[in-house]
């Protein structure tokens, strides 16, 4: 058997649970200040914003405005748009960054690894050939190749850029 430690992920765990400022996905896009806070589009039902510790660089997630913990809980409006938006995310992170393929997945409750149990969210990412190495296996150490701002802007530019069915 296999097993995978990420160390460096308890601190985020830890701090965002045991602060008591409440949920961060429903505090984000209260703040109103998007590019400060790495919401790169707002939809009816879902925001798309950059993972602030992202496995590789463009590791967004679908976060719904909803505080709802469980996606079998989720309004079929919110499922849907929450597609539609990883369809997009998809033809933006090929688009940019030309990856060897994305992983998409949702950590649904403490125990299965959500880091933000209440409320649930999609995430997606691009993947290379060869984007885990010894840094990130042995090291505890990720190399990123660009920064947060960005890949924001990035992001962000792709989805104004674009015209989303009403």
Known sequence: MDILWSPWRLQYVQDSSAKGYGCIFCILPQRGDDGANYIVFRGRE???VLNLFPYTTGHVLIVPFAHIALLSEAAKAITDEMM?????CQKALASIYKPDGFNLGMNLGGAAGAG???HFHLHLLPRWIGDTNF???VGETR???ESLQD???KLRD???S???PE
Do not use: C, D, P, W
């Open 46 to 48: 879902n925001y798309i």
């Open 84 to 88: 539609e938006l990883a369809k997009q």
């Open 116 to 118: 933000v149990a209440e």
């Open 135 to 137: 840094m990130t296996a």
């Open 143 to 145: 190399v990123l190749s």
């Open 151 to 153: 890949t924001y802007r």
């Open 158 to 160: 792709y989805f104004q």
């Open 162 to 164: 674009q015209s989303f």
